[in-house]
T-cell receptor
């Protein structure tokens, strides 16, 4: 089944403890992106990647890192999480970067205490 | 500043009603406008619009784009309880494939 898989689905962590949210897609998509969703603010783009080794900042990149060493994987790294990074995170992929065919993962609900 | 604004923020209707959801945008280098439906999980794709005045239709849902006035509407006719969800509007910009999402319209369809 064609899908974007995120792990974990839920995570509670403490301030400052490094964490990684994994994202993997099995559709051979070139374009991948991370979003966070907060009440009243909609989905905001954190980082995106046009292809392997090509990444760029979205609208809210502060406090996050990403890497794209393989086409299928696009992990999101929080080096020193803070409570304002408590949010619902979505990974998404697309064959061309265009919105059509944008497939989202199931989401990761992160709580930083 | 690029932005996408949706209205209303929430809406309660009864089954069988027709609803219109609005999306206005100010995004430089516009490429396309997209509608997504989000139930208790990931958003799922509904429509992509790139040209003004051409209606996209899928069953009871339809959408149209006005690039002159910078807005789009999503219509749902004969609503059902299964239409209850958050509807997201997003605009894709030409520059580096950036996407801007609105905050969504929460639709609640009562039996």
């Amino acid at each position: 089944e064609a899908q974007v898989t995120q792990n974990p689905r839920y995570l509670i962590t403490v301030t400052g403890k490094k964490l990684t949210v994994t994202c993997s897609q099995n559709m051979n998509h070139e374009y991948m992106s991370w979003y966070r969703q907060d009440p009243g603010l909609g989905l905001r783009q954190i980082y995106y990647s046009m292809n392997v080794e090509v990444t760029d900042k979205g609208d809210v990149p502060e406090g996050y890192k990403v890497s794209r060493k393989e086409k299928r994987n696009f992990p999101l790294i929080l080096e020193s999480p803070s409570p304002n990074q408590t949010s619902l995170y979505f990974c998404a992929s697309s064959p061309t970067g265009f919105g059509y065919g944008y497939t989202f993962g199931s989401g990761t609900r992160l709580t930083v205490v | 500043e690029d932005k996408v604004v949706q209205s209303p923020l929430s809406l309660v209707v009864h089954e069988g009603d027709t609803v219109t959801l609005n999306c206005s945008y100010e995004v430089t280098n516009f490429r396309s406008l997209l509608w997504y439906k989000q139930e208790k999980k990931a958003p799922t794709f509904l429509f992509m619009l790139t040209s003004s005045g051409i209606e996209k239709k899928s069953g009871r849902l339809s959408s149209i784009l006005d690039k002159k006035e910078l807005f789009s509407i999503l219509n749902i006719t004969a609503t059902q309880t299964g239409d209850s969800a958050v509807y997201l509007c997003a605009v894709e910009a030409n520059n580096f494939n950036k996407f801007y999402f609105g905050s969504g319209t929460k639709l609640n369809v009562k039996p």
